[in-house]
């Protein structure tokens, strides 16, 4: 038997294959690949060439929030039970996440406005507005609005249910707010919160796994920020200052939440230090 003729042994007197054992799982039954591979449905008839680009990148992005709300849960779980090295961990992870969810922008940008023309008429009234996950992301990173959830046209009782969950429970930043409690600090108001961080800023060595956890926190916001303005000028290239498919002015309404952020008080810290 040659090592390179796919037999990696025998199993109860049987050759057996690699990714054979037992004979159960398969790549395509562990990853539900039929499953998966089925749901790209185009709106058009007869199909656009572009929308089943336009549907794979929007079907990925739910993907990558899914994964990212994973994280960010558990960071935050992290931060609430002391493990500051883990709720680091898990913040970098989901930075590299964000960074490519900003450069799939590039992928959808090979998409022409007169392609997309196509297609997009028979969208409305569907829009990116209504990503559930999307909104989830911004209530447990800091960022609650409860306005969005009376806004959104066409809730499932069960994203009712979780985006209610998500107002409910403790965000990020109060999380990081506990962290600041344990290292000794009162945060009763927000100048004793900014004092706290400029005391952690100034004694660095001492503070260590706090100020990285600040920081950590203030790039998971940056990247956030870097998403929007991305996403805001591919609209501008796509449709121009037409209102959007959600019923919104489009650019203009998305150039409004560029100011957004997350942690406004790790911001301010910059201009003290
Ligand atoms: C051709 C590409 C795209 C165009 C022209 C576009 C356009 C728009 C417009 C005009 C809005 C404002 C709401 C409305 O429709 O009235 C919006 C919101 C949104 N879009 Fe897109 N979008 C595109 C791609 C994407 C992609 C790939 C994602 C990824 C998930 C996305 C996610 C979102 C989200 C989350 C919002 C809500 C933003 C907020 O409320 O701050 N969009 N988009
Ligand atoms: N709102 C976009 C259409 C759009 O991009 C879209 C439509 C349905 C589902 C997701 C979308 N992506 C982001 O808004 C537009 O006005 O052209």
Redesign the pocket.
């Known amino acids: 038997m040659s090592s390179d003729d796919g037999v990696a042994g025998r199993w109860d007197g049987v050759d057996v294959h690699f990714g054979e054992a037992g004979g159960r799982l398969t790549y395509g039954s562990y990853l539900r690949l039929a499953e998966l591979l089925d749901q790209q449905r185009l709106e058009s008839d007869p199909p656009a060439h572009d929308e089943l680009l336009?549907i794979t990148?929007?079907q990925v992005?739910?993907l990558w929030?899914k994964q990212v709300l994973h994280e960010l849960t558990a960071s935050r779980d992290a931060m609430l039970s002391g493990e500051l090295w883990l709720a680091e961990h898990l913040l970098r992870r989901v930075h590299t996440i964000e960074r490519t969810?900003t450069q799939?922008?590039d992928i959808?940008e090979t998409?022409t406005p007169q392609d997309?023309g196509e297609f997009?008429h028979r969208l409305s009234p569907a829009?990116?507005?209504q990503?559930v996950q999307?909104?989830e992301i911004?209530f447990l990173s800091g960022a609650k609005d409860p306005s969005?959830v009376r806004r959104f046209r066409g809730l499932t009782e069960v994203e009712k249910e979780r985006l209610g969950r998500r107002l409910e429970e403790p965000t990020l930043w109060d999380a990081f707010l506990v962290v600041l409690e344990k290292a000794g600090f009162g945060t009763d108001t927000e100048d004793s919160i900014r004092d706290a961080l400029r005391k952690v800023a100034g004694d660095r060595s001492h503070y260590a796994a706090v100020w990285e956890l600040a920081e950590v926190l203030l790039q998971h916001d940056e990247l956030a920020a870097a998403w929007?303005a991305r996403?805001v000028v591919?609209?501008e290239r796509?449709?121009g200052t037409?209102?959007?498919?959600?019923?919104?002015?489009?650019?203009g309404?998305?150039r409004s939440?560029l100011d957004?952020r997350y942690y406004p008080l790790l911001w301010d810290l910059r201009t003290t230090l």
Not at 242 to 251: E, I, L, W, Y
């Open positions: 336009f990148i929007h992005y739910e929030f969810l799939q922008v959808l998409m997309f997009r829009s990116g507005f990503s999307f909104r911004e969005f929007r996403h591919m609209v796509m449709i037409k209102p959007g498919t959600g019923g919104s002015s489009g650019a309404y998305l939440r957004l």
